[in-house]
């Protein structure tokens, strides 16, 4: 979406050595999320620690980006002035199918045919120089 001089923007996320890997793979089209050596479970949010078995033993793995719907909700109103464009919008927990719960956001021009279980695929929005923002479409 795009926006003209005037409005402000939406905030960019702020990247960390925990969280470099998923950004930078983000700006390259993919989806990548730290995976435990010792439990082998996919984590989300990217942190040093895993938050199932607090092993610090952990790989980073390209996911498939595809999930399903386990909760939702329609904003309509905006979380500050550089949402305003995309009001309204879909705020999910998606069940990702390697595992991980993910909270994102659902692209789609109707917002009321969102659906718990429904099937969603990830696609990416540019936000800032080498920043690029993981979102999900229906699939």
């Not at 979406?1 to 960390?16: E, F």
């Not at 939702?72 to 705020?91: M, Q």
């Amino acid at each position: 979406m795009s926006q003209d001089a005037s409005t402000p923007s939406r905030p960019v996320p702020i990247t960390d050595p925990a969280t470099a890997p998923f950004w930078k793979a983000a700006s390259q089209g993919e989806l990548s999320l730290p995976r435990c050596e010792d439990c082998r479970r996919v984590h989300y949010y990217p942190r040093a620690v895993c938050p199932h078995c607090s092993s610090e033993s952990l790989s980073w793995e390209t996911l498939s980006g595809r999930g399903t719907i386990y909760s939702w909700t329609v904003s309509r109103r905006p979380a500050g002035a550089g949402f305003k464009p995309y009001v309204p919008y879909v705020v999910a927990l998606i069940d990702l199918d390697e595992g991980a719960r993910m909270l994102s956001n659902v692209r789609t021009d109707d917002v009321d045919s969102v659906a718990i279980g429904q099937a969603v695929r990830v696609d990416f929005e540019d936000m800032a120089e080498d920043i690029a923002l993981p979102v999900f479409r229906p699939a």
